[in-house]
């Protein structure tokens, strides 16, 4: 005998309410699934505090630019981090006037570790860690034991020109890597090694290419014969984008 129209409604009505339940439950456990999967991914979380600690992730590159003119918050990454430093007084006035002056206190920087601004020193901790780091023990198996640069702060325009931009460097927003020191002494020279095939020059196109990962601005050799002997690295406000 063929079934009750008014039956066969309800079970349809039945069914649909069904699944949406089953739906609802899928959902809900998707969402704890997602957050569980985040607590132990937080990289990837942009609920998540930002710890350079943590490898790069999708959610690294938006906290990253939250910090370019949040000095405090951007503090407070390096002290969440480990990271050692010595915020100083402000300074200068004008077009090179400081008010962000982070000096990183244990960086392998040489001669010593001048003050730049926080946004520069965090990229100089995650390109140590990320890049730097691996691909020395990778290519000399050791360590770095120095980085030397050739300052961070000049209060001057572009190439030194009496008119037109301001440097990076006008604010110690950005800084100038000559070579690295392995622990074994042997010595890295971006102006004596950077052309060829060898160890030497592998390492510094490492080097190179993993700065345009950290920072807004990576110049090399490769740019123009006024960067022959160094990486100029900065943080422009664009935050990334420039890489020669």
């Given at each position: 005998m063929a079934d009750n129209p008014q039956r066969i409604s309800t079970r349809i009505g039945r069914f649909v309410g069904d699944r949406r339940v089953i739906a609802l439950l899928v959902l809900a456990a998707l969402l704890v699934a997602g957050r569980t999967w985040l607590a132990e991914h937080p990289e990837h979380d942009p609920w998540a505090p930002l710890d350079l600690r943590d490898p790069p992730g999708w959610a690294t590159m938006t906290k990253l630019h939250a910090l370019r003119d949040d000095v405090p918050q951007c503090r407070a990454v390096l002290e969440r981090s480990e990271v050692a430093f010595t915020a100083l007084d402000p300074q200068g006035e004008g077009a090179c006037a400081r008010p962000?002056?982070?000096?990183?206190?244990?960086?392998?920087?040489?001669?010593?570790?001048?003050?730049?601004?926080?946004?520069?020193?965090?990229?100089?901790?995650?390109?140590?860690?990320?890049?730097?780091?691996?691909?020395?023990?990778?290519?000399?198996?050791?360590?770095?034991?120095?980085?030397?640069?050739?300052?961070?702060?000049?209060?001057?325009?572009?190439?030194?020109?009496?008119?037109g931009a301001w440097s990076e460097h006008a604010t110690g927003n950005a800084i100038d890597i000559a070579g690295f020191v392995l622990e074994d002494g042997t010595r890295i020279s971006v102006l004596g090694d950077w052309e060829g095939e060898d160890d030497k020059a592998r390492f510094l196109s490492r080097a190179r290419d993993g700065a345009c990962d950290a920072f807004a601005t990576t110049l090399s050799p490769d740019y123009n014969a006024a960067h022959a002997d160094h990486f100029h690295l900065d943080m422009s406000p664009r935050w990334s984008g420039v890489c020669r």
């Open positions: 962000d002056r982070t000096r990183l206190d244990t960086y392998p920087l040489s001669p010593s570790s001048p003050p730049t601004t926080c946004p520069v020193g965090i990229a100089l901790e995650l390109w140590r860690t990320d890049s730097l780091e691996p691909a020395a023990q990778e290519i000399f198996g050791g360590d770095i034991a120095r980085i030397e640069h050739l300052g961070a702060y000049s209060c001057r325009r572009l190439y030194g020109r009496d008119s």
